[in-house]
Every structure is written in structure tokens, then in C-alpha cells.
């Protein structure tokens, strides 16, 4: 199974401020990866798919890179309504497997 | 747009089966797929499994042996059953549908909880 692993854990920033997130795995899996975002109560939410698509109706201060095993997840300019957990995830090799996640505060 | 809802029991007791309907309506979605997934409370998310309308499956390696995924084509339905439960099966159940590993559309999770 390849395990994902999240940094930082939590993340404290102002708005206007430029947020980023890190996501690792244990093995390769090419471009196979997305970014999600969980509000407290509520199912995640696709942000990015593919390790750089913005999902349908993501803003473009969301922007994600990376490849390999190595990708990161940038908010350009966090509004508030950008504070949650954000999961990555890989669908490299099943069984697919999320991140632990990366809580966004918003100061 | 595709909405999905789950239904089910709240409650299971230990050593019985947790069984979910996830309700789904809106865009066809035939080439997706339907998948459930699910989060202890606190803790992160873990792929359960998925079905492709083909009625091909795939099923987590931790917990294949106590799952079945299964579909109902012609009520736009898909059902995760789950055996032997115990207390580490306590968990927001979400069902998903996707493309490409992806989950594009999420249910709004419902909570079951494992006690006698």
C-alpha cells in the first residue's frame, strides 16, 4: 500500500497570505494524484485532479505541481473561506490512499 | 450535476452487518465509478471500495474479506454491505462517484456507529 504523508500538519496563516501544502509517497505514482478540501461537517470537496487540473469550479489561486512522488498544493493569495483539512490523495496503485491531511488555519 | 445520498442504519452491534444504499440521481454516470469511502471520527479517509457499472469491483486488501459492493442499475443505486463489524468500523461512511480515481461527487456522509 503506499502511504502518503502530509506536511505540515497545520498551517496558520492571514488572508492574502500564500499557502503551501506537501504531499509525499512511500512510491511512484506518476501524475495520479489529487488535492481535496474537508470543512468541518461536511465531505471533501475535488480541488485538483491529476496533480495540477483545477477540478470544475476551482478558483485559480488554487494551484497544484508536482509528479513522481513528490507534489505540492499552493493558495496563491488564502481568502477566508479557505481554512479546512486538505487531503491529498493517489490512485497510482490500489488500494488507492489519502494523506493524513494538512489543517489550514486562517489567522 | 449528480447528487448522491446515503441511507442506512445509524446503529450496528458488534458481530453484525452494516449495510449502506447510496441514492443516485442527476447527470448519467455510466462511465464512472461508484465507490464508498469512509472517515472515523477525528481521523482521515480510507477507500472502502468501488464498482464500475460494468460490475467490476475492487475492494481495500484490509477489509475485502467482510466487503461487497454492489449495484442496482435500474434504481440508480449502489450498496456497500459490511460483515463481522467491531468497534474500529465506527465511522462517517461517504458513497463517491468518480472518474479516473478521482471522486468528482461525494454523498454528505452518515454516521454508523458499532455498540451493543
Known amino acids: 500500500e503506499i502511504v502518503l504523508t502530509q506536511s505540515p500538519a497545520t498551517l496558520s496563516l492571514s488572508p492574502g497570505e500564500r499557502a503551501t501544502l506537501s504531499c509525499r509517497a512511500s512510491q511512484i505514482v506518476s501524475s495520479h494524484s489529487a488535492w481535496y478540501q474537508q470543512k468541518p461537517g461536511q465531505a471533501p470537496r475535488l480541488i485538483i485532479y491529476?496533480?495540477?487540473q483545477r477540478a470544475t469550479g476551482i478558483p485559480v489561486r488554487f494551484a497544484g505541481s508536482g509528479s513522481g512522488t513528490d507534489f505540492t498544493l499552493t493558495i496563491s493569495s488564502l481568502e477566508s473561506e479557505d481554512f479546512g483539512i486538505y487531503y491529498c490523495q493517489q490512485r497510482g496503485t490500489w488500494p488507492w490512499t489519502f494523506g493524513p491531511g494538512t489543517k489550514v488555519e486562517i489567522k | 450535476q449528480v447528487q448522491l445520498q446515503e441511507s442506512g442504519p445509524g446503529l450496528v452491534k458488534p458481530s453484525e452487518t452494516l449495510s449502506l444504499t447510496c441514492s443516485v440521481s442527476?447527470?448519467?454516470?455510466?462511465?464512472?465509478?461508484w465507490g464508498w469511502i469512509r472517515q472515523p471520527p477525528g481521523k482521515g479517509l480510507e477507500w472502502i471500495g468501488y464498482i464500475y457499472y460494468s460490475g467490476d469491483t475492487n475492494y481495500s486488501p484490509s477489509l475485502k474479506s467482510r466487503v461487497t459492493i454492489s449495484l442496482d442499475t435500474s434504481k440508480n443505486q449502489f450498496s456497500l454491505t459490511l460483515n463481522s463489524v467491531t468497534a474500529a468500523d465506527t465511522a462517517v461512511y461517504f458513497c463517491?462517484?468518480?472518474?479516473?480515481?478521482?471522486?468528482?461527487?461525494w454523498g454528505q456522509g452518515t454516521l454508523v456507529t458499532v455498540s451493543s
Open positions: 442527476g447527470d448519467s454516470i455510466r462511465t464512472y465509478f
Open positions: 463517491a462517484v468518480g472518474r479516473g480515481g478521482f471522486v468528482d461527487y
Open positions: 491529476e496533480a495540477s
